[in-house]
């Protein structure tokens, strides 16, 4: 899930203890000479009592007296909760950053850092996405929000020099530790950040888009890494997963249905069993889904987001809706950029891919943003944040609202039409279809090169590698003669028949690039020009922006699927996550359906059937149908914004 196409295995697994266990902290620092951490703060380690008697594994970093001459406090806390561990363990043992930036380190905070419940030196059961209770009968009834109030309530008495405030954030997993944590948060706790938070795993977070299994991603996070633990324990290395080949598309059509992954576990794993037994909207995933339980959030709000999230798109804006839902008069500001999952934190920001954005945007939120918010509600400093900031792709530059999506945006549809065009304009003929035949033993791929993982670029991938194919179909307008502008949900609208009777339809938005056009900026990946090297071309890139699929058999319902009757005509209509772009005058708008998108989803067999257990057998051929006539239109539909 990088940038380059072909990351191994063991990056992925750094990645996501960089992202949940110490967000943009690096790793302990191994230079000589004076460490700034070690001289200007002093580590306590604590085991915190909660209210069922279990321990929780905390550090806690506290500014030295004479370490912050401009500010001898008291100082206000900055906590992250998080299953991946707040290593390194031992008051001689200190990180070489605190924080979510350097900004904060440098300003004097009270860091805290805790292992959740049931991982590494913290006592008690884990329970993945414990689930909010909202009538608490006793002491036994504890869950995330009763253990951040419980660490609140200890922190505030034992550590002296404090403000009487406190500020949470965390990324990803450590984001849901955030969301989980403000339900009805206790007086103290006055600013929280969740950053791409894990809210409904199976409603467009990690493990389901559209009822489609995300395979590569799902098996790649909980193969090689995150796996049950007797603890209390200390982190230890563990071996890389073996896939045995460089191309996961290679290694997971040899593997055959979702089920038999299991053989290729060198340990039992029920975190991961978890994930595709539960293949519809059952109680466990309704259990999880946190946005139902936002309520009573005392604290102001800052939800950030990446356009280009490959694991968390939705829950930013399930938080951000149900916050405002339960909590109308709540502070909260929601924050995307053009960034992937966690980009914000670790990286400048200013490319992804191939895809230059001519900014430092991760260095701005972080310095511009971020940084603000938590000063201006823990520290009394500067003002409040608008309803929204996010950065305008294709043109580049930071907008910000008082809603989201912005007022004046207004839905319009993109309608197919016969010979691939695409305009806003209805069909009008009485009969008019595409079709094409998907063959889940021979699935269309993600991406157009060798990778065993999910690259983090595929995101904004050039299409054109799939558009040839004769199981894709393409739709594209003319050359555009003034800017468009969409902000907000993109939202296909299919009628759809197919000779099966389950299918997958998966839809990608796509921004064609005029075929003179020449990427100046660019003399590789790094987004500076290298001497001697010209500069990118980039003439007819065919660059996603956005694209879900969606698993027919749920058309109807999440909860209980229904077959496809044969070619019958059928409606999908489904929501694709938000996107603030511009289509720039001379680009083109493409739209590609097509019914695999392989190993990113799991192969549906084309017969309805318990997917996760389908037999080579019952991978079937199915012809496929779009409809684009009078009467039965197919489109995506965009929230356009008006050009100034």
């Known amino acids: 899930m990088h940038k380059k196409g072909c990351f191994s295995i063991v990056a992925l697994v750094v990645i996501f203890l960089t992202l949940g266990a110490t967000s943009a902290r690096r790793a302990v620092s191994q230079t000589s000479g004076e460490d700034f951490v070690r001289s200007h703060y002093t580590k306590y380690e604590y085991r915190?009592?909660?209210?069922?008697?279990?321990?929780?594994?905390t550090a806690v970093y506290v500014p030295k007296?004479?370490?912050?001459?401009e500010d001898h406090g008291p100082y206000p806390f900055l906590m992250e909760r998080t299953p991946y561990s707040v290593a390194p363990y031992g008051e001689d043992q200190y990180p070489a950053h605190l924080g979510p930036s350097d900004e904060f380190e440098k300003s004097g905070y009270i860091f805290v850092y805790q292992d959740v419940r049931g991982r590494w030196m913290s006592e008690g059961t884990f329970v993945e996405m414990r689930p909010h209770i909202d009538v608490k009968k006793s002491p036994k009834d504890v869950d995330e929000s009763s253990d951040t109030d419980?660490?609140?309530?200890?922190?505030?008495?034992?550590v002296s020099n404090n403000n009487g405030k406190v500020g949470i954030w965390g990324i990803s997993y450590p984001g849901f530790y955030t969301s989980a944590s403000i339900i009805d948060s206790p007086p103290a706790l006055v600013a929280a950040s969740p950053q791409a938070p894990m809210t409904d795993l199976f409603r467009g977070d990690d493990s389901y888009h559209g009822g489609a299994f995300m395979l590569s991603a799902g098996f790649g996070f909980y193969a090689p890494f995150f796996y049950p633990q007797n603890n209390p324990v200390l982190p230890h290395p563990g071996a890389p997963f073996s896939f045995g080949t460089p191309d996961s598309y290679e290694f997971y059509l040899k593997a055959g249905n979702v089920a038999n992954l299991d053989s290729y576990l060198?340990?039992?794993?029920?975190?991961?069993?978890?994930?595709?037994?539960?293949?519809?909207?059952?109680?466990?995933w309704q259990s999880r889904d946190l946005s139902r339980h936002m309520k009573n959030v005392r604290c102001a709000v800052l939800v950030v987001g990446g356009w280009f999230d490959a694991e968390d798109l939705k829950g930013p804006y399930r938080t951000l809706y149900a916050i405002h839902k339960f909590n109308p008069t709540t502070p909260i500001t929601l924050v995307e950029g053009p960034w992937v999952h966690g980009g914000w934190a670790r990286s400048d920001g200013s490319h992804l891919g191939d895809v230059q954005f001519n900014a430092k945007t991760a260095d701005y939120f972080r310095t511009y943003i971020q940084f603000p918010f938590f000063e201006h509600y823990l520290k009394g400093k500067g003002e409040a944040l608008p309803r929204a900031i996010v950065f305008q792709t294709g043109t580049n530059v930071w907008r910000r609202y008082d809603a989201w999506p912005p007022k004046a945006a207004t839905p319009k549809m993109l309608y197919f039409h016969?010979?691939?065009?695409?305009s806003f304009d209805p069909p009008a003929k009485a009969r008019s279809e595409d079709e094409y035949v998907s063959d889940p033993n021979h699935p269309v791929p993600f991406v157009g090169y060798t990778t065993n993982t999910v690259p983090q670029r595929y995101m904004v991938d050039d299409q054109r590698f799939a558009r040839y194919r004769p199981d894709v179909v393409?739709?594209?307008?003319e050359p555009l003669k003034e800017d468009v502008t969409i902000a907000g949900p993109i939202s296909p609208r299919l009628k759809v028949a197919s000779s099966g009777t389950d299918s997958d339809f998966d839809v990608k938005l796509i921004d064609v690039y005029p075929n003179d056009y020449v990427n100046s900026g660019s003399g590789g990946e790094s987004g500076k020009r290298i001497l001697g090297v010209p500069p990118l071309l980039m003439g007819g890139y065919e660059q996603l922006l956005r694209g879900e699929p969606f698993r027919a058999k749920f058309r109807n319902s999440l909860e209980k699927p229904q077959p496809l009757t044969p070619g019958k005509i059928t409606e999908i209509d489904f929501n694709m996550p938000?996107?603030?772009?511009?289509?720039?005058?001379?680009?083109?708008?493409?739209?590609?359906?097509q019914s695999s998108w392989f190993p990113l989803t799991d192969r549906n067999p084309q017969i309805f059937t318990d997917i996760p257990y389908a037999k080579p057998g019952d991978f079937r051929e199915a012809t496929e149908q779009i409809f684009?006539?009078?009467?039965?239109?197919?489109g995506v539909r965009v929230m356009v914004l008006p050009q100034p």
Do not use: C
């Not at 915190?48 to 594994?57: A, T, Y």
């Not at 007296?65 to 001459?69: G, H």
């Open 628 to 634: 684009h006539q009078k009467g039965a239109a197919s």
């Open 578 to 593: 938000d996107l603030y772009h511009t289509f720039r005058r001379g680009h083109r708008i493409m739209v590609q359906v």
């Open 48 to 57: 915190i009592p909660m209210r069922d008697g279990v321990h929780l594994f």
């Open 266 to 284: 060198t340990r039992p794993n029920w975190l991961w069993d978890d994930q595709w037994k539960h293949d519809t909207y059952d109680s466990y």
């Open 65 to 69: 007296p004479s370490a912050f001459p």
């Open 418 to 422: 016969a010979d691939g065009k695409l």
């Open 150 to 158: 419980d660490t609140i309530a200890f922190l505030l008495k034992h």
């Open 474 to 477: 393409v739709y594209e307008t």
